[in-house]
């Protein structure tokens, strides 16, 4: 199971970043981000499962609870990876501007941003 980026948060803080962002339902199939494409949204998977593929190779996949598209924001770059999703998608859709504007409204939900994003460089 997926570690949720909102495990650390108070309740109050988790209400705050969920409705920063927009629910969205995605198809399966879908590719919501793409490798080498500006960082311009990020993803709260709510419910489902997507892969996570580098030059066409899966290298992860992640369930609810699991934030995409948040590296290539917090470090400024393009995206280093595609999202796929292996099932019909719930989603919270979050643009840059509210992931970094939450970011310093709410500092352990910053927190727990870098902490994903730097993982995934590691993991790079």
Do not use: C
């Amino acid at each position: 199971m997926t570690e949720s980026i909102l495990d650390g948060l108070e309740p109050a803080d988790v209400k705050r970043v969920l409705a920063a962002g927009t629910a969205l339902t995605l198809p399966q199939g879908w590719s919501p981000i793409a490798e080498r494409t500006p960082a311009d949204k990020a993803y709260l998977i709510t419910e489902g499962e997507v892969s996570v593929r580098k030059g066409g190779v899966e290298i992860a996949t992640l369930g609810p609870g699991a934030v995409v598209g948040e590296a290539a924001i917090v470090n400024r770059t393009l995206r280093s990876a595609t999202i796929v999703a292996l099932t019909p998608l719930k989603v919270v859709h979050f643009t840059s501007d509210s992931i970094a504007a939450l970011a310093d409204q709410v500092p352990a939900f910053g927190a727990a941003l870098r902490a994903a994003a730097a993982g995934r460089i590691k993991g790079s």
